[in-house]
């Protein structure tokens, strides 16, 4: 699917949420769409605010805020918790189903996809009767990079020593 088509998909779906649910279709909301739709990371509310600002966007942090919470309920942005108090954003039309592992250091998150996974998820639908409709798996370690930093960090301890 092309990222044209996917956009204006997009775009009528959230229209038809707004319509149906008597909210504006405001100008700055579907700016705020289309910005997070042409992201492919995780973000948080205040990075998506900042990134707009700078494009010169004229949109308030509660806009923002507000709107990715409709975007949320009309399944179009999947909203995380990956252990912090911060919430994470990303995209969620039209894209695989995928797994994180994040970074407790320093919060990097990786997107996996593992088809064992959906094996395991079917298996235990099956088990256990049950109609397993979505899943959410979330790994918590620390990255390469923070190790190596802190391997270099304890080798400069003891040799300060």
Do not use: W
């Not at 695989?96 to 079917?122: A, L, M, N």
């Not at 235990?124 to 009767?129: A, I, Q, R, S, Y």
């Not at 990255?143 to 960090?153: I, Y």
């Amino acid at each position: 699917m092309s990222t044209n088509h996917n956009s204006e998909l997009v775009r009528k779906i959230f229209e038809a949420y707004l319509e149906n649910k008597n909210l504006r279709k405001t100008p700055e909301r579907f700016a705020i769409l289309e910005e997070i739709y042409s992201r492919d990371d995780h973000f948080d509310v205040e990075t998506l605010y900042i990134h707009m600002k700078n494009q010169k966007y004229r949109v308030s942090r509660a806009t923002v805020y507000n709107t990715l919470e409709l975007l949320v309920s009309c399944d179009l942005v999947t909203k995380h918790q990956f252990g912090k108090n911060m919430a994470q954003f990303e995209k969620s039309y039209g894209y695989h189903q995928h797994d994180h592992i994040i970074c407790i250091d320093c919060g990097k998150v990786v997107e996996f996809c593992d088809p064992r996974v959906h094996q395991i998820q079917s298996m235990v639908g099956d088990l256990l009767k049950f109609e397993i409709k979505h899943h959410s798996l979330n790994l918590y370690g620390v990255c390469f990079d923070c190790s190596a930093k802190a391997a270099m960090n304890n080798a400069n301890i003891k040799h300060a020593s």
